[in-house]
Every structure is written in C-alpha cells, then in structure tokens.
C-alpha cells in the first residue's frame, strides 16, 4: 500500500552540479590530447631535438615573465605601502605571471595563449572582462555567501572597539566545547 507522497532520495537532495565542475574535466582531457598531439606533429615535421629546444625556450621564458612580473607586482605593493595608499590591481602583473605560467606549460596551445596574454591590448581587454564579471557575480550572490563574506570584513563598530571572542563548536549533540587557539587580536 504507497500513498501519493514519497520521501527523497539522498539524489533528490543533491545540488546539482554546476556546468564547470561537469565540463572541466572533458576540457582538460581534450586540452592534454591536442597539446600531445600538435607536438607529435611538429615533432614529425621538424624533429625531436627541435620539439626540445621549442619546449625549453618556452620554459625559459616564462620563467622569466614571471620572475618579472613578480618583481613589478612587489615594486607596486612597496610603493602604496609608502605612500599610504591601498595597493592598485596591479597593472597587469597577473596576467603576466598567468602567460609565463602557460609558457612554462608544454605545447604549443599553451604557448600560444601565453603569448597572447604578454600582449597589453589582450590583458586590458581580459583585465576588464574579469573585473565585470567578478563585480557581477559579487553582486548577485546571496546573503551568507562569498560576496556577503566580503561586506561583513568591511564593516567597523562606530566607536572603534574590538570585541574579543572565542570559538565555541556544537556537536551532533548540542553540546559545546571550546576551541583551544588564541584569539585572533590581543
């Protein structure tokens, strides 16, 4: 005898997953074979010693991209730090340490879009469809959520005080115990 009502699934309950966690993987894989691929061809076309010298320089150099954005990066922190001022974006430096990253990758695709992001009309043009859409998504989250997580740091007591606490954990239970670490401000 059922009635109408039935109880859910524990698949029922399931949040269902996002279209990145589901595509990721398949893109990776796909990326990996065509970077296999396309070195193989070249390999065939140019020679081995050449694949090798090509994957090399590629390292090379992108590890010099990123020794140098880094080093601009902290140029630009030690400077707002002087002046007072909050740190800027940092002019691209990013970007950059992300093209040297996919220079240092193995293959051609890579080396390929590392390129691209060495170039400043690409990072201004990236830069600026990063920060809209992390703006968007910031806005469009929901209380309880990352982007309420950021207006909660923001906000201060109007007379400046700093209320101690400490971290108290409830079990299955309902029983608290303590947290044993220091307090975060002294």
Known sequence: MTTGAQ??????TRPRRSRLRTFLPLGLAVWLVLEIWLLTVVAGAA???TVFLLLLAG???GSVVIKRAGRRAFRNLNEALQRG???SSGGGSGLMMLGGLLLMIPGPVSDGLGLLLLLPPVQKAVGRYTERTVDRKLRAA????L???FQQARMHRPDGKVVQGEVISRDERGEGRQDRRPPLTQ
Do not use: I, K
């Open 47 to 49: 020679g081995g010693f």
């Open 59 to 61: 390292f090379l150099l």
């Open 142 to 145: 929901g209380p309880g959520s």
């Open 7 to 12: 109880t859910p699934t524990p698949l029922d």
């Open 85 to 87: 001022t909050p740190p």
């Open 147 to 149: 982007g309420d997580a």
